[in-house]
């Protein structure tokens, strides 16, 4: 609670694209794709591609080893010096692989300046959270799509928890609890957390605004309502409207701030947010050797 450990903080969220609307015409961010097992399974989600709750559907991203990842890290931070930002955010969960925290130890032994960001389903946040204090992790991303559990249930089919899956309403309030606790526990900790709701008409629609008004009480920093992405499970479900979204973002801003310029990015992605350099040129990722 030091003031420079404030004055620090307010610094990451100034040069956070996802954080800040103004930083993300001047800051980028580096994703790295270390992470490829999840323990949930969420109903529109197709293993084929990234983890949707932070991602829209395209090729799986190329799992790189840490070693690699720090590789990468040093060849686009020497091209693009504007990039501020490490994140792990798939293709799975990067609280399900252990190479997410080896990754993070390398980055920031070699980048101690930049701010090290991850995005996670939560679910086992409470008892990773020493580990994610422990490697330097500042900016925090929990999916929260559901804190009514009945709600929660059917949008994850089953989780596995400690070698046992749970379906239904089981998993979801285990699901749901270790979120709350664990996003909890993060703030208290002073990681800037940032909540990701995947909005999902006729299921969490109508549930948006009490999700808000939990983040407000805990203290979350920014909250991102993204639209979903109809694959899967919910292939049927269509997408919200762009107007059913603006809605939902308007009912939710008076608990928390609203995140609107999202790019659902890759778990490969780097580069300003407008810019998703993953998918640039081929000649140019040549010339950059990745
Ligand atoms: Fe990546 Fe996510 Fe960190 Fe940003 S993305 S882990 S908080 S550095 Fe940003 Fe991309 Fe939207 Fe994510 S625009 S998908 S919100
Ligand atoms: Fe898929 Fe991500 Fe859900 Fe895991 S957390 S099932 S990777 S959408």
Redesign the pocket.
Known sequence: DSPKFEEELLRKIAE????DRKAQHKYG?I?LAVAPSCNIQCNFCVREFDCVN??RPGVTSKVLTPQEALEKTKQVIADYPFIK?V???GPGDPLANKETFETFELIKKEFPDLTL???TNGLLLPEKLEDILRVGVS?L?VTINAIDPEIQAKIVDHIIYHGKIYRGIEGAKIQVKNQLEGVKAAIDAGIVV?V?TVLIPGINDKHVVEIARKLNELGVYIM?IMPLISQGAFANIEPPTAEERKVAQQACEPYVLQ?R?????RAD?YGL?AQDMSQMSEKRRKLIKI
């Open positions: 956070h694209p996802c954080y961010r994703h932070e991602s930002v994140g792990i955010a960001c991850m995005s900016t991303t940032k990701n991102n995140m310029h999202c790019r659902q990015c992605a947010l």
